[in-house]
């Protein structure tokens, strides 16, 4: 962990949703926030906006795992997590990383484990509704800097449908972020099925950032889940949803993983023989090649091997992880592996532009 300048100790790692929650509602961070006085960024009067801070980077990268901490979801987190509050964030934090490391445009998601708590269901729509609109609200306010991943629970079917068509109909989401695991649910649960027909018939980009799963929160003393579970728990529900056959089922969703798939390259052999045995038509490794991986604390060169044996570079995305993590990791990574010119201007930017063309004006 990292000490602030205020003392506060921020976990690396993405360690934002750790086992050991207490039940709070999310009307009283609400009335923390607005006492704050930051929710004029909600109500119109915008969240600071600096001249010099809105101005595109001088380099065109586009961060597809770039985490954002609305005041009130900063609250709930506080008293529902064993960990205390995420790291510090605001709008300038962001804007000021980005110029800092080339990034021309961020792409905002909500830390683990989103709007889902305690499976309360009015707590849950209304967080994911006043996260998504101060998203929102940050796109708005500073022109192609940034983009909105909207946050869904697909526990609540009726409210993440709701959700779903608020996002892109009216917020104009470029997406939804879900995470690995709701409880002991993986994103192959034959539950979640509405929320999926309605994100093929869309053919939406759905973004997946891992969590703490329900089974492997504490096994090791003094490691963290987000040490090796984070990965592990990225595997598992790929797994989930190729074996599961959504990933067949809905062909038009367009999936990105984190982590560069987490540990899924080094166990792809034995995904191969469980899709035989489950007697998969074609296999797993077509539907694994389909998918996209940003690089996110997946840039080592073993992991961009790894990942470069799976998938061809027309899946793979440019991702930082802030607040966890800065550009110059995945910057070094990147310039170390010794990647072409073109394959840099690919993985950067030219994917991303595929799945949301509108980010080709920024």
Request: aromatic share 8%; glycine share 10%.
């Amino acid at each position: 962990m990292t000490p602030t300048a205020s003392g506060q100790k921020l976990m690396s790692g993405c360690a934002c949703c750790q086992p050991g929650f207490a039940a709070t509602g999310v009307n009283a961070a609400r009335r923390g926030f607005l006492a704050g006085g930051i929710a004029s960024g909600i109500a119109g009067v915008g969240l600071g906006a600096s001249a010099a801070l809105a101005q595109p980077a001088t380099k065109p990268r586009i961060d597809v795992h770039h985490h954002y901490v609305p005041p009130f979801h900063a609250e709930v987190m506080a008293t529902k997590r064993s960990g205390g509050r995420p790291p510090l964030w605001t709008p300038q934090m962001s804007l000021a990383e980005m110029d800092k490391s080339g990034i021309a445009t961020a792409i905002l998601s909500l830390v683990q484990p989103g709007a889902w708590f305690d499976d309360d269901v009015p707590m849950s729509r209304r967080l994911a509704r006043e996260c998504n609109e101060y998203g929102a609200k940050m796109v708005a306010d500073y022109p192609g800097r940034f983009g909105l991943f909207a946050a869904v629970a697909p526990p609540d079917l009726d409210g993440s449908l709701k959700e779903i068509e608020y996002a892109f109909d009216t917020l104009k989401a470029d997406g939804v972020g879900l995470f690995t695991s709701y409880g002991d649910k993986y994103l192959g649960d034959p539950s979640f099925e509405p929320v999926y027909a309605e994100l093929n018939r869309r053919k939406a980009v759905v973004y997946v950032h891992p969590t703490t799963p329900n089974c492997c929160g504490r096994i090791l003393p003094g490691i963290g889940p987000s040490t090796i579970e984070f990965a592990t728990d990225s595997t598992r529900t790929i797994t989930h949803i190729v074996i599961s056959g959504v990933a067949t089922k809905f062909p038009d969703i367009r999936w990105i993983f984190s982590h560069s798939g987490g540990t899924l390259p080094f166990l792809t052999a034995r995904l191969e023989l469980l899709a035989e045995q489950k007697k998969l038509a074609g296999g797993a490794a077509p539907l694994l090649r389909k998918f996209y991986y940003e690089l996110a604390q997946g840039n080592t060169a073993g992991q961009l091997a790894a990942l470069l044996k799976m998938v061809p570079m027309s899946q793979v995305l440019y991702g930082t992880d802030y607040p966890f993590r800065d550009g110059a990791e995945v910057n070094g990574g990147i310039a170390a592996y010794g990647f072409t010119a073109d394959d840099i201007r690919s993985i950067e930017r030219e994917v991303a532009i595929k799945l949301i063309p509108r980010l080709k004006q920024t």
